[in-house]
């Protein structure tokens, strides 16, 4: 059964930190490398940062440096650590497969997301 459940976004203050955490069903996580996505109100989604299923990883030009990405596999879970946060870090964060997960014979399958605000 597919499952993604996003958890640890806040509301911050620029400069501050988060640690988003994401729980993923063994079908979704167990063989396919994982990322985590935004997506701003207005804009399209992104993938900011992706690890294969051997732990090399990926970033977008504008995180690199400040997200760490990284995976238990024992729990089925991903975590993005968000160090040194913008305002234009300011997005609804979802996690998921790369390429995200598809039920069989249906569209893209995505959770709900948590929201990461960075503000003032």
């Known amino acids: 059964q597919a499952q993604l459940v996003e958890s640890g976004g806040g509301l911050v203050r620029p400069g501050r930190s988060l640690r988003l955490s994401c729980a993923a069903s063994g079908s979704i996580f167990s063989i396919n490398a994982m990322g985590w996505y935004r997506q701003a109100p207005g804009k399209l989604r992104e993938l900011v940062a992706r690890i294969s299923s051997g732990g090399s990883t990926n970033y977008a030009d504008s995180v690199k440096g400040r997200f760490t990405i990284s995976r238990d596999n024992a729990k089925n879970t991903l975590y993005l650590q968000m160090d040194s946060l913008k305002p234009e870090d300011t997005a609804l964060y979802y996690c998921?497969?790369?390429?995200?997960?598809?039920?069989?014979?249906?569209?893209?399958?995505w959770g709900q997301g948590t929201q990461v605000t960075v503000s003032s």
């Open positions: 998921n497969a790369d390429p995200p997960f598809r039920i069989p014979g249906r569209a893209d399958y």
